[in-house]
Structures are given as structure tokens and as C-alpha cells.
């Protein structure tokens, strides 16, 4: 019964910012990795952000490597990811998502639980 509610989502310009923001309920996820994955219109999940929730690691992929930040607030159970100087190319359905495992992992088949996702639009 645990569930990952993502929000934020939203149409923007290229260049703009968008803070998405990811509530886990049912259970508190401390000791557990959370990661961020989008997916395009006609290409397959990719992995974008992961954060350990002990220790504050963190792990990016290099298309956003320097413009996104993901951040978590274990009190609240929540994870966020900061999106800044957004291009089309970001264009995507974003996903969080969580992991049994305690450090980063960029696998999603090692992410047992998913948000339903939020919509991302960067226009020209």
C-alpha cells in the first residue's frame, strides 16, 4: 500500500524552471533510495536522478548533469527535483520512484514502487 504521488508537472518555456515534488505515503522510506526517470513519446524509461536517503548521495545523468537537483526531506517523505535552464528535449512524463537499496542505483528494474507520474512540456 505504499504510494509515490508526484506533482509539480506543467508547461514551461525553455530556459524556466520547474520544482517537481514526490510524497510517499504509507510507509517512511529513510534508509532507501529514491530516483527520478522520465519518459519521452516513443522512447523507453530513462534514468535522470537518484538520491540516497542515508547519506545524501546523489547520482545524475549527464543530460542534466548541472541543471537539475534532487533533494529529499526524510521527515516529510518527500523528494524533490529542482529543474533548472529546462530545454524541449526535457520534454517528458516524469516518474519518482523508490528503491529497497540504501545507496544510488540508476537500474529501474532495482525500483520497486512508482508514481503515477507528472507531465513536463518545455517549449521553444
Known amino acids: 500500500q505504499v504510494q509515490l504521488v508526484e506533482s509539480g508537472g506543467g508547461l514551461v518555456q525553455a530556459g524556466g524552471s520547474l520544482r517537481l515534488s514526490c510524497a510517499a505515503s504509507?510507509?517512511?522510506?529513510?534508509?532507501?533510495?529514491m530516483g527520478w526517470f522520465r519518459q519521452a513519446p516513443g522512447k523507453e524509461r530513462e534514468f535522470v536522478a537518484t538520491i540516497s536517503w542515508n547519506g545524501g548521495s546523489t547520482y545524475y545523468a549527464d543530460s542534466v548533469k548541472g541543471r537539475f537537483i534532487i533533494s529529499r526531506d526524510n521527515a516529510k517523505n518527500t523528494v524533490s527535483l529542482q529543474m533548472n535552464s529546462l530545454k524541449p528535449e526535457d520534454t517528458a512524463v516524469y516518474f519518482c520512484a523508490h528503491s529497497s537499496r540504501s545507496i544510488v542505483t540508476v537500474d529501474a528494474r532495482q525500483y520497486d514502487v512508482w508514481g503515477q507520474g507528472t507531465q513536463v512540456t518545455v517549449s521553444s
Open positions: 504509507g510507509r517512511t522510506f529513510s534508509n532507501d533510495a
